[in-house]
Each structure stands twice: as structure tokens, then as C-alpha cells.
């Protein structure tokens, strides 16, 4: 069964205390520790050793999503202190401004492909440039992102048949026109479907649909996701 | 293809052959393209794309060619896409570029949904058939692309996921038919429609209409069918055909829009390279295309053209006498290319082409 979890970011905005109090009650053992707001990440990096993450099998810190040249290096040290020394760090492409700062994460690096608003990080040609300056980097995969860039999953299954060995997480969502990632609703579970098989079952599944204002619960979603990821037979990409 | 070299170039270096309007055609698209990207560098909206289509987007710009445009909206509708499609009609003007023509086909904001999902049926206006093969067969867009490369691919892919015979048929054979048929119906369509503004028009610039339909017109249809017959036919075709037996889409998706991102006289050129096409066929094909484009570039002959349209005016036209002087070679030489020479592309186009 795949690990199917929460970016705690999706559940509490702002509040990953209470985002994985949510999740421990539901029995969910993935996680992805939100910092996309740069206010959040120090307070986050901090507390990790206060955190009970024991029931967790995989998690990961997301690194801020938004910021510019002159933060970058602050960023990197505060990602590099000790306390984070054992969580993949999922990084958006356009804000690796200093690509040999980030080489010092080596394999816990993770780089996500891009939506349509970014310039960069799209598609296998432009996460290609990344990574030939990250060699030792991961793919964050976000299928919501891929399908929002092209509906038909061409580029996502070719992003899966580039960068697949480097496959170590995955994110799942709708990701509607304003780039606002939803609850996963039925064309996507279709569109999703139809890359699902180049998807290793053991690698960790982070839901962000935002459902902190009741637009959906935390058990359809990872209803949905589950369902979004199945696949009749195993392919080689 | 050799590095740097067009299939075009290739063939008239080995058939030592010299097409100067050809050439001068290209250049003049390439700053034309610059023009136009200058024009419209500071646009940033994923979810619209200027498209043009025409002489730009088939390499052939000549001194009086008009630009065809639209704003393609692939995402939600807002108020602001008439703000964006009026700065375009004024960039343009500001440009000095020709208006489009009066058919209410270009020159305005086109939806995604329209040209996607309505393929066939009594939505399928003529308007929408043409906008959305000519997406497919001559357009370019100006600036940022992403809209324009996501509706394209859907286009594509509903040609590939609905043709069940393309798919799942028990033959060797992987011709997408569907798509095949629905260029062959928008090509038919021209040709009566050509016949129906001769009426509608009062034969206005009846005799430019007619040399475009007898070359460049055709010639776009001739590549569609290339691009169709080469998904059967082409070595670098060979993953998307081994894809399909799978079941897997995405190899044929991707091959067809790098096919049809190359400009309608490159197709030709490649089937005259990689097939068993005569140099007899090959000069002549592009003989007569090269004098085509030199008399569309040459204003006089242009503006005789545009103005010719009684018996008498057209048998005084020398430019008239021209465009059949070099449009019986190119219709000859393409039915020697798809019916008399190379032996799988006349089968094919004997099996799909007709029925």
C-alpha cells in the first residue's frame, strides 16, 4: 500500500503543531513539514527536536517557496543546522538562485517540478538544467503541477521517464487555473491515473490540497489519492 | 538531419538547384519573427498566447503578407482577456501589419474548449475547424508559448486517444486516420468555401485566392497528410509506433507536435529526402513553389493579382499566366510524390487517402 500523507501546510496553515496532531489521530504515518513562508521556517527548523515525529516513516521539510538572492544563503544555513540534519528538503527550482550552496544536501535534496506561472522547473528540458547543476539531487514529483501544465500527462509521463530513478516524493493535489492547489477532484483522479504506473508503490505520497477551511477531510483525500494512484499493471517507464 | 542544415537546404544543395524566393522567404519570416516577439516581449499570462498563423508561421513571408492572429485563452474567463486582445489589434496597427482577412476567423480572443472539444459535430463550425487545424498545421506563437503548446497537445492528443483504430487495429499499419480525415475534410472545405466567397464576394481578389489554393493552401494540406502517413512510415516515428502497441500515447503525442511545429514546405522536403521520391519530382516541386513565392513577393504582380477577377482581366494578367504556369507542375509533381513513386507512401495514401 502506498505511504499516503499530509503536508502539514494543507491542513493548518501556519500551525504545524496542530497539522500533526491531525494526522496522528488519523493514523497517518507520511508527513511533509510546511515552511513555505519564510517567517515559518526558522520556528519550524527550531522545534524539530521537540516534535513527536516518532510514528512518522518518512518525513520531509518543505523550504520556502518565495524568496530572493539576498535571503538564499540564510535560508541554506538555517536548512543545514543540525536539527535538520535527517529530512529530505523539498525545494522549488526558481529559488535555487546559488546552485553550489544547495550541493551540500546532496541526495536530500529535492527538487519539484513547476506550474504553469513559474518559468522555470516545467518541463524535462528545464528540470534537466537543474539537475545538471544538482547532479546528486532527487525529483520531487507534483503531479497536480505537471497535469496543470499539460492536461493530456505527456510531460508528466516524461518527467517520470527522465528523472524516475531520482523519484523520492511525491505531491498530489488539484491544482486548479489559479495555481491553488484543491481537493482532487474526478478528471484529475483520471488524468493522474493515467501516469500512476511509473509511480513505485514505496515512495512517499504528501496530499496538499487545502482542506484547513472544511473543503474536504483528511480520509477523502487520502481516499482520493489512493484511488488517483492506482494502476491495473506495472510499466516500465 | 545534419546539424545546422534545413531538409530544405539539404535537398537543394544535392539537387544543386538555387531557390532564392524560398530563401529570401525565410529570412523575411525570420525578422518578421522578430518584429513580432519585440512587439509583444513584455507579455507574462500562462494562461493566453498571441498564435499567428499564415506566411509567418509557414516560413513564407512575402513584401504584402497580412498577419492572421489570435489570443488563444486556455483557462478561466475574466473581463480582462478584451483588454488583452484590443492591445494586440493596437500593437499591430502600431506596427503597420496587415489586418487579417474579413472572415471573422482571426483578428480576436479564441477559447480553448471550443477547439479541443469540438471535433466534429454541429459545433464544429467552420471557423473552429479552421482555427484548429491551421493550429496544428501553420501557427506560432508570439511570446510566451505555454498556452498555445497546452491546447495544441490536447488537439493532438484527441485525435490519437479517440481513434480506436489507431490503437487497437490487429494490422502493422498506424496511420491516425481520424486526424487524417479531418484534415482531408478541412482541405475540401477550402475548396468549396473558395468557391462560395467567389459568390459572396463578388469574386473580389478572386485570382490571389485562387494561386493561394493552388499552392499554398495545398501544399499545407499535402504536409498534413505527410505528417500522418509519416507516423507509419518514419524511422524516428519507430518509439511512438512500439508505444502505441502499449498502449502508451505519449511517444506518437510527442513526435507529432515536433512534426508539426516544422514548417509545411520542410515536410515535403524531408519525404522528398528519406523517400523513393525522383529528383525530377523534387525540382519540380520546389521549382515551381520558389516562383510561386517570387510572384507573391513581387508588388506589382501581387497587386495584379489582387485586382484580377473578370475573364477578360484575368486572360491580360501576366501574373496570372504565371501562377498557372507554375501551379500545373506543383499539382503534377504532388500526385508523383503520393501516387507514382515511392511504393508505401502511394499504398497508403491508396488505402487512407481516398475512401
Same mark, same amino acid.
Given at each position: ?39 515559518? !521556517? ?8 521537540? !516534535? ?9 521539510? @518543505? ?31 526558481? +529559488? ?11 541526495? /536530500? ?14 518541463? +524535462? ?6 539537475? $545538471? ?8 514529483? $507534483? ?7 499539460? #492536461? ?41 491515473? /493515467? ?19 472544511? =473543503? ?22 | ?32 519573427? =522578430? ?6 516581449? $513584455?507579455?507574462? *499570462? ?101 498556452? %498555445?503548446?497546452?491546447?495544441?497537445? =490536447?488537439?493532438? /492528443? ?6 480506436? &483504430?489507431?490503437? %487497437? ?6 496511420? #491516425? ?8 475534410? %478541412? ?44 507516423? @507509419? ?25 515536433? =512534426?508539426? *511545429? ?30 510561386? !513565392? ?28 504565371? +501562377?498557372?504556369?507554375?501551379?500545373? #507542375? ?22 487512407? &487517402?481516398?475512401?
Amino acid at each position: 500500500m502506498r505511504p499516503i500523507g499530509f503536508s502539514t501546510g494543507a491542513l493548518a496553515r501556519g500551525d504545524f503543531r496542530r497539522a500533526l496532531r491531525l494526522l496522528q489521530n488519523h493514523h497517518v504515518h507520511t508527513v511533509e513539514l510546511s515552511a513555505l513562508r519564510m517567517d515559518e !521556517l526558522e520556528p519550524l527548523v527550531t522545534s524539530l527536536p521537540d !516534535l513527536d515525529l516518532q510514528n512518522f516513516t518518512f518525513t520531509s521539510i @518543505h523550504a520556502p517557496s518565495r524568496f530572493d538572492l539576498q535571503a538564499e544563503s540564510g535560508v541554506i544555513q538555517i536548512l543545514s543546522s543540525p536539527q535538520a540534519a535527517d529530512y529530505p528538503i523539498v525545494v522549488h527550482p526558481d +529559488v535555487i538562485f546559488t546552485p553550489a550552496l544547495w550541493r551540500r544536501f546532496g541526495g /536530500r535534496l529535492l527538487i519539484e517540478n513547476m506550474d504553469k506561472r513559474k518559468s522555470v522547473g516545467r518541463t +524535462v528540458a528545464e528540470l534537466q538544467t537543474v539537475f $545538471d547543476l544538482l547532479p546528486d539531487a532527487k525529483f520531487c514529483f $507534483d503531479i497536480g503541477h505537471a497535469r496543470q501544465v499539460d #492536461p493530456t500527462m505527456t510531460e508528466a509521463a516524461f518527467l517520470l521517464r527522465a528523472f524516475g530513478e531520482r523519484l523520492a516524493e511525491v505531491h498530489i493535489s488539484e491544482v486548479n487555473t489559479a495555481s491553488r492547489h484543491d481537493p482532487i477532484s474526478l478528471n484529475a483522479t483520471s488524468a493522474f491515473q /493515467r501516469v500512476a504506473k511509473w509511480i513505485p508503490q514505496d515512495i512517499p505520497v504528501i496530499l496538499e490540497p487545502l482542506i484547513d477551511k472544511g =473543503q474536504s477531510d483528511l480520509d477523502t483525500e487520502i481516499r482520493r489519492a489512493r484511488q488517483a494512484l492506482q494502476f491495473e499493471r506495472p510499466a516500465a517507464a | 538531419m545534419r546539424e545546422g542544415q534545413s531538409s530544405i537546404e539539404r535537398l537543394e544543395s544535392r539537387l544543386g538547384a538555387d531557390w532564392a524566393a524560398i530563401r529570401k522567404a525565410r529570412e523575411d519570416t525570420t525578422s518578421r519573427r =522578430q518584429d513580432l516577439d519585440h512587439l509583444f516581449r $513584455d507579455r507574462n *499570462s500562462p494562461d493566453t498566447s498571441v498564435v499567428v498563423f499564415g506566411s509567418v508561421a509557414r516560413q513564407e513571408v512575402t513584401s504584402s503578407s497580412d498577419l492572421d492572429w489570435i489570443l488563444l485563452v486556455d483557462g478561466s474567463a475574466v473581463p480582462e482577456h478584451k483588454k488583452q486582445e484590443r492591445e494586440i489589434e493596437r500593437a499591430l496597427a502600431a506596427g503597420k501589419y496587415i489586418e487579417p482577412g474579413r472572415s471573422g476567423v482571426f483578428g480576436k480572443m479564441v477559447g480553448s474548449h471550443g477547439l479541443v472539444h469540438n471535433i466534429g459535430g454541429e459545433d464544429d463550425l467552420n471557423s473552429n475547424t479552421t482555427r484548429r487545424v491551421l493550429l496544428l498545421l501553420e501557427s506560432l506563437p508570439v511570446s510566451n508559448r505555454e498556452a %498555445y503548446d497546452r491546447v495544441r497537445r =490536447q488537439i493532438i /492528443r484527441r485525435y490519437i486517444e479517440d481513434d480506436r &483504430g489507431l490503437l %487497437y487495429a490487429s494490422g502493422a499499419v498506424r496511420v #491516425p486516420r481520424f486526424f487524417l480525415n479531418d484534415l482531408t475534410r %478541412y482541405w475540401r472545405t477550402v475548396t468549396v468555401d473558395f468557391v462560395y466567397k467567389q459568390r459572396a464576394d463578388d469574386d473580389h481578389k478572386w485570382a490571389l485566392r485562387n494561386a493561394k489554393l493552388r499552392m499554398s493552401r495545398k501544399l499545407v494540406f499535402a504536409a498534413g497528410l505527410l505528417h500522418c502517413f509519416f507516423c @507509419h512510415l518514419d524511422e524516428e516515428a519507430s518509439a511512438a509506433r512500439a508505444g502505441l502497441r502499449e498502449l502508451d500515447l505519449n511517444p506518437l503525442t510527442a513526435y507529432l507536435e515536433d =512534426q508539426l *511545429s516544422k514548417p509545411p514546405l520542410e515536410i515535403i522536403a524531408e519525404a522528398c529526402l528519406n523517400l523513393q521520391i525522383s529528383d525530377v519530382t523534387s525540382r519540380n516541386l520546389f521549382n515551381s513553389y520558389d516562383r510561386f !513565392l517570387g510572384i507573391l513577393d513581387d508588388k506589382g504582380k501581387r497587386a495584379e493579382l489582387a485586382g484580377a477577377h473578370t475573364h477578360e482581366e484575368l486572360r491580360n494578367s501576366k501574373a496570372w499566366d504565371e +501562377v498557372r504556369e507554375v501551379s500545373r #507542375p506543383f499539382h503534377e509533381s504532388l500526385i508523383s510524390l503520393f501516387l507514382r513513386e515511392d511504393e508505401n507512401l502511394k499504398n497508403l495514401t491508396l488505402e487512407y &487517402g481516398v475512401f
